[in-house]
């Protein structure tokens, strides 16, 4: 079987402040990491040097909406306008698929030129636009885990769907392509409260259970969306417990956001074991408001990172960080940890990916650091120019399972 040997400045994160760092990595030809160390391995194989640079496990974007991805930089402070003016008009576009194909090739091909090697991507409400995702996600070799978005009111009438043809529509994708390759997973999507009704969601939740599969939606981002939630669902106190009720918080649903929670709502999220992806730069160009990690992390909610495009502007992951680190004030060892070790956890795949151990999946980024900082500096501040200052244009290779996928050869 043949080998690699990676030689860089390997950094991978263990805890919100421990760093460990390797000169070597060695990765068997099926993508498991065979040895890391600081000595010139023992095995023999292929040496790829990447002496100069740093190499991070890959980024993991655990919030993002691949149909929205050519409607970022869309000014508006109201969330349920946004949606309306700009959102549902373009997501209404994927009922083409040859439209639908050509954005999910490039939404994945740019996810991988940004470093990010997981992505949790709700599709548009379309099931073949969901289907072509799933093959597009394929191809590009990225890890991803995908969800067709269900509405039942409050959108146009074409974005709809019955809460049967729901049930169906899962089924028939989650069937084809749910822990494919190991690699792809299917996400039950009820985009949130405001538009599913309680059935929807109840069906939605019951497949999910049923088939073993993820689950995400949208929770408490604006004040203005609480109130409507409020509205529609008169007879339950909060909105974290419409989903509960509707058993949409388990140990495998992600909630975007989670903004303005009380602590009842918060300790009911974490007895769910329920995940939050934290989206920083969405809630500051929507001027959703700040989430208070402090708080989260008191009740022991487990956080992770999302770009949230297109309410989130960026792509690039190490954008978001600094919004991550302008919402609340953190190491970079810490913002660096979520990112990935904080998003294999959200998944439920700390075995397998989010840093670097012998007998996980080769995962990783490798960044060029110069001119913002030389690669034998202090790994802290490295780690904050990359926090602060960094972009995509840091990014130089891209590998999933060992394989390079991003430059493409
Ligand atoms: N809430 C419901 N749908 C959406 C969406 O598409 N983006 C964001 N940011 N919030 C939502
Ligand atoms: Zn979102």
Excluded at 90 to 95: G, I, L, W
Excluded at 297 to 304: A, G, N, P, R, V
Excluded at 338 to 344: R, S, V, W
Aim: glycine share 6%; aromatic share 10%; net charge negative.
């Amino acid at each position: 079987m043949r080998i690699r040997i990676y030689k860089g400045r390997i950094l991978s994160f263990e805890s919100p402040s421990t760093v460990n760092e390797y000169r070597y990595m060695v990765v068997r030809e099926d993508g498991r990491i065979l040895e890391l160390s600081n000595e010139i391995p023992v095995r023999k194989g292929e040496v790829v040097d990447y002496s100069d640079y740093l190499i991070l496990p890959g980024f993991i974007d655990t919030h993002i909406h691949l149909p929205q991805f050519y409607q970022r930089a869309k000014i508006n402070n109201s969330l349920l306008d946004w949606l309306e003016k700009y959102i549902f008009p373009a997501e209404m576009k994927f009922s083409d698929s040859e439209f639908a194909r050509k954005a999910s090739k490039e939404f994945f091909a740019e996810l991988l030129r940004n470093g990010t090697t997981t992505a949790v991507v709700y599709s548009s409400p379309h099931k073949e636009a969901t289907e072509i995702a799933f093959q597009e996600a394929e191809k590009s070799g990225i890890r991803a885990v995908i969800g067709q978005v269900l509405m039942d009111r409050n959108g146009p009438e074409e974005l709809l769907i019955t809460p049967e043809k729901a049930t169906k529509d899962i089924r028939e994708v989650a069937s084809r392509w749910h822990g494919s390759d190991d690699r792809l997973f299917y996400a039950v999507t009820p985009r949130f409260a405001v538009s599913c009704t309680m059935e929807l969601m109840k069906r939605a939740a019951q497949t999910a259970k049923e088939l073993d599969l993820y689950i995400q939606t949208h929770l408490s981002e604006q004040v203005g969306e609480i109130e409507v939630v409020k509205q529609l669902f008169p007879d339950i106190p909060t909105y974290t417990e419409v989903y509960d009720r509707a058993g949409l918080l388990s140990e495998k649903t992600i909630v975007a956001h989670a903004i303005h929670l009380s602590d009842y709502e918060r300790e009911l999220l974490a007895k769910r074991g329920t995940k939050i992806a934290h989206c920083p730069s969405s809630n500051f160009f929507l001027h959703s408001g700040v989430m208070n990690l402090r708080k989260q992390e008191k009740f022991e909610l487990k956080i992770s990172l999302g770009s949230d495009v297109a309410a989130g502007p960026f792509l690039s992951m190490l954008e978001v960080l600094r919004d991550a680190y302008y919402a609340n004030a953190m190491t970079p060892r810490k913002a660096f940890y979520l990112l990935t070790m904080g998003g294999a956890k959200a998944l439920g795949m700390e075995d397998r990916i989010g840093n670097f151990e012998v007998g996980k999946e080769a995962d990783f980024v490798v960044l060029e650091l110069e001119p913002l900082a030389s690669i034998n500096d202090d790994i802290d501040e490295i780690l904050s120019k990359l926090m602060i200052l960094g972009d995509e244009r840091n990014v130089i290779a891209t590998y999933v399972r060992g394989h390079a996928l991003w430059p493409q050869r």
